[in-house]
């Protein structure tokens, strides 16, 4: 893209005004970018690598534009981060997959009975089973499984190696991610032995499951993930568990069987919440966590069991003061 036209897209100020239209073909990291790359200052521990980068453009605030070499064009803008996720977006619009070509290709194994749009991509080795449907402008890449009556959605992608098995939902424009399974049998027990779980799993518009993470599917009903819902690689999704939109799981959180966490919830990494209990909207559960029991009130909650960080903080700091010497 043009850096004119990167301004333009990025509401940003040029400096030097009358700065070459130079082109630029990627987003780097300021330490190893070439004069074909862009590179974000936004931080003042990025300073000393911006003193050296090579790259033909960044995009700075006001604050730190003099840190950046003469050779370097600036992008300045207000907000340099969101502006770097936007130029994220605009140079590397599938930047975690190179997708098939249009079509079926010849080596995947498609059942008569299935439905796929004729501008879907499948990739080789994947496989599509009896009634599934795989929408317009959707991605099936290299050994991915589409499963019986499955539908896969207009624009959602399914990387390589990614399971959807058998009346699953993929919501348009969704992401599921390497390696990730989206509606194994869920972790029901009696004494003899798991349950059947005849329900299945719906994935919202616009929705993300990252690598190897897996969604289980209901005992009965639905698992849900809705809509721009984001979750992070390794994440466990229990039966029946309800995940609202915009929530954001990180790495290796864990929900048990029907818990309940409400739009807008962020869960720290490696958190872990019990079955059937709510996490009400606007609640951040910090890193490490054990939610035992509901949460209703925003705010930040941390520790095992989960509860406000301020009182967590206050409780820990009189207890230090009475084991100190």
């Known amino acids: 893209m043009r850096l004119t036209d990167l301004a333009a897209r990025l509401n940003a100020t040029l400096d030097p005004p009358g700065v070459d239209d130079r082109r630029l073909s990627r987003v780097a990291a300021p330490d190893s970018a070439t004069p074909d790359d862009l590179v974000g200052l936004f931080e003042r521990r990025f300073v000393d690598a911006a003193r050296e980068t090579a790259a033909g453009a960044a995009i700075v605030c006001p604050a730190l534009a003099d840190a950046l070499p003469a050779s370097c064009a600036r992008l300045v803008v207000e907000d340099p981060r969101a502006a770097w996720h936007a130029a994220l977006r605009l140079l590397h619009p599938r930047p975690s997959l190179c997708p098939p070509p249009i079509g079926i290709d010849p080596r995947a194994a498609v059942d008569p009975t299935a439905t796929v749009a004729d501008d879907a991509r499948i990739g080789p080795f994947a496989v599509i089973d009896a009634g599934a449907r795989v929408d317009a402008g959707a991605v099936v ?3 991915a499984h589409v499963g019986p009556a499955a539908h896969i959605g207009a624009g959602a992608i399914l990387a390589s190696r990614a399971s959807v098995l058998d009346r699953c939902e993929i919501g348009p424009g969704a992401w599921i991610g390497p390696g990730a399974v989206i509606g194994s049998v869920g972790f029901g027990l009696d004494h003899d032995g798991r349950l059947p779980h005849a329900g299945h799993v719906r994935i919202g518009r616009g929705a993300s499951v990252g690598a190897n993470s897996c969604v289980d599917r209901a005992t009965v009903g639905v698992t849900h993930i809705g809509d721009g819902a984001h979750l992070d690689n390794l994440v466990q999704v229990g039966h029946n568990a309800w995940v609202g939109a915009g929530a954001v799981l990180c790495g290796q959180v864990g929900l048990a069987g029907g818990a309940r966490v409400e739009p807008g919830v962020v869960l720290g990494g ?8 709510t996490i009400g909207g606007g609640v951040r559960v910090a890193a490490q966590s054990g939610v035992t029991k509901s949460l209703a009130a925003p705010g930040d909650y941390s520790g095992h069991p989960a509860e406000p ?17």
Request: glycine share 8%.
């Open 309 to 325: 960080n301020r009182a967590r903080l206050r409780r820990l700091a009189r207890l230090r003061r009475l084991v100190e010497p």
């Open 141 to 143: 890449a290299a050994f």
């Open 270 to 277: 490696q958190a872990g919440v019990a079955g059937h209990v």
